[in-house]
């Protein structure tokens, strides 16, 4: 039987971030990356935040590609750990995958500051993130997810206006759906290569202010 994975949370701004390792990822790894370069072949995609990146249609998930299948029940497994272990989830509530859509940034791509309201959380998964090449990199945060603090306090308060995480491979990040955050531009020759999801909690909102004994 194989071990859980270890998820580390880190309260940023006083928000939950989930940070977790896909186990067994690199056996996959390949595969998936084949499989979504081909899917952009296939189609246009869409352009939502995307700024000159590959966006696809929002439903990954219903591909019947079956490394598509495992990584998909991989993140709706660790996912549907976080967001109980959040503690803003009414006894007994159903947690549903409600989107997700592959990435695919070239260099110089990037995302737009945005959020996924009205899902109740959201995440990512990497599934190629090249390391930083010494003679193409341009900043610290090349190619980095930056979180935006929902209230900038200032730096008279010793509060950075934002964070960022490093993309790493096999690696997924959970967080409420309502963190503003954007992804810087890379300048690698290989495209970077990502799994973005959506998550709603039936009842949440009826529930707001209740709690499991209720």
């Not at 090249?130 to 990199?137: F, I």
């Not at 206006?161 to 759906?177: E, V």
């Amino acid at each position: 039987m194989n071990n859980p994975p270890k998820i580390n949370v880190a309260p940023v701004f006083g928000i939950p971030i989930y940070e977790l390792k896909i186990e067994d990822f690199e056996t996959h790894q390949q595969a998936l990356a084949t499989e979504i370069l081909a899917m952009r072949e296939q189609d246009a995609g869409s352009t939502v935040s995307n700024q000159g990146g590959w966006h696809s249609r929002n439903n990954f998930h219903q591909s019947q590609n079956s490394d598509v299948r495992w990584l998909m029940g991989e993140i709706v497994k660790a996912s549907s750990s976080c967001i109980r272990h959040s503690n803003t989830v009414p006894k007994g509530a159903r947690i549903a995958l409600a989107a997700s859509w592959a990435n695919v940034n070239e260099s110089g791509d990037w995302n737009a500051p945005h959020a996924h309201f009205p899902a109740d959380w959201s995440g990512v998964c990497y599934i190629r993130a090249n390391e930083k090449n010494a003679e193409t990199v341009k900043s610290d945060k090349d190619g980095d997810i930056l979180f935006f603090d929902p209230l900038p306090l200032g730096p008279q308060y010793r509060r950075p206006p934002t964070i960022m995480k490093k993309p790493q491979n096999g690696f997924m990040l959970l967080f409420p759906a309502y963190l503003v955050h954007m992804v810087a531009p890379h300048f690698e020759q290989e495209p970077r290569i990502s799994v973005a999801f959506n998550f709603k909690v039936a009842g949440l909102r009826q529930n707001v202010g209740a709690t499991e004994d209720n």
